[in-house]
């Protein structure tokens, strides 16, 4: 099916999986951020309008990229989908739930000219960017952890954890990077769509939001290297075999999580990219070089979101009760066909789905203006 092995098909989607989590948090991750951000940085209700419009027309588009990516686990690594689906249930459809508001608060936010029925609905978007946003970072909080789930020898798996030992410390300062991020994100974003008041509002928020998401990553990575157990295979595993998460040993030690930057120490890019980007965000900000701003706040969600997955490599979902039952990218996949069915697949729709995205933000490029919005009352959202 393709020229590659087992082994590096395994690889390939492992670094596909990225790139998709990746795309989603910047696409999908500034429309997050502005309705974020709605409430607060909107004081009347044009402004308000301003705001909404400036991701009305594009955020159905940005959120296929959590769509795919949903898909694409479930299909190269089903022993995780089960996994996260089992462990993080009621946290995943609280995110659902909150979804629901994005549609339809676009949809009929400015059917009524009531106050108060407006007001209800710039605070449904704003839920519906914040909790997502939330959630998906103690999500990635508890993996660092680990869930509470186990196999037992015909392969079953059992979940032993609850919603509430989800919100724990560590995974809610990990809620708070990623809600700071993608709110930094929006900010940016606001200061690139809009002008008047409504930017200048949007270039402090940017600096509250960049300072929030840089000490929260640093003291999440200090946490992570004195205050928690990170998990190593500690047998040789057989990279190019069918799945099975029990055959391997594993054990938990301190400091585990940065191992892998003593064996590849390239892998510091990361952490670099996430900090360096955000200062540049910020700086650029300052100087009104909007593009290069959103460019480098880009730059900063990648680089944190390959932090932790090159922290966690190979461990997918390690598993706190028994650490031997976590899931690697090794033992956790699909079969080499179906690797290299979707591996086709990808490399030709890929690129052109990106090449859409591009066409369709040039043809909504420019600033949303209060002005624009009252000479198109009836039109805009």
């Not at 951000?37 to 301003?50: C, Q």
């Not at 928020?205 to 004195?226: K, P, T």
């Not at 043809?363 to 039109?379: A, E, P």
Request: glycine share 8%; charged share 10%; proline share 4%.
């Amino acid at each position: 099916m393709t020229f590659f092995d087992y082994t590096t098909l395994k690889l390939i989607w492992w670094l596909f999986i990225g790139v998709l989590l990746i795309g989603f948090a910047v696409m999908d991750g500034f429309d997050m951020g502005v309705a974020s951000w709605l409430p607060f940085l909107g004081k009347t209700d044009d402004e308000r309008r301003v705001i909404i419009n400036t991701i009305g027309p594009t955020w159905e588009g940005n959120q296929t990229w959590l769509v795919t990516a949903g898909g694409a686990i479930f299909a190269a690594w089903p022993l995780v989908y089960a996994a996260a689906f089992s462990g993080l249930y009621i946290a995943l459809l609280l995110v659902l739930f909150a979804l629901f508001f994005r549609p339809v608060g676009f949809d009929y936010r400015s059917k009524l000219a009531d106050p108060r029925w407006r007001n209800g609905w710039d605070w449904a978007l704003f839920t519906g960017g914040a909790v997502p946003a939330l959630v998906f970072g103690v999500a990635f909080g508890n993996l660092f952890i680990g869930l509470p789930f186990h196999y037992d020898e015909s392969l079953r798996s059992f979940y032993t954890g609850s919603f509430f030992g989800l919100l724990n410390p560590f995974a809610l300062l990990c809620g708070a990077v990623s809600l700071s991020m993608l709110m930094l994100h929006g900010a940016i974003y606001l200061q690139l769509r809009t002008d008047g008041a409504v930017q200048k509002r949007a270039q402090k928020a940017a600096l509250i939001a960049g300072m929030v998401c840089a000490a929260a990553f640093a003291l999440a990575g200090i946490w992570i290297a004195y205050g928690i157990d990170g998990y190593l295979i500690t047998s040789t595993q057989d990279t190019n075999t069918a799945l099975n998460p029990l055959a391997k040993t594993v054990e938990k030690s301190a400091g585990a999580w940065l191992s892998n930057y003593h064996a590849y120490p390239w892998m510091i890019l990361a952490p670099i990219a996430g900090f360096a980007g955000i200062a540049l965000s910020l700086l650029n900000a300052r100087f009104k070089n909007e593009r290069s701003a959103f460019l480098f706040s880009s730059i900063a969600i990648a680089g944190i979101i390959l932090t932790a997955g090159f922290s966690m490599f190979p461990f997918i979902v390690p598993s706190s009760t028994d650490p031997v039952s976590s899931l690697t990218i090794w033992d956790a996949v699909s079969s080499k066909k179906t690797l290299g069915i979707m591996f086709i697949v990808t490399v030709i729709f890929l690129p052109l789905i990106m090449l859409y995205t591009s066409w369709v933000y040039r043809v909504l490029r420019g600033k949303i203006t209060v002005q624009s919005i009252k000479d198109n009352t009836h039109t805009a959202y």
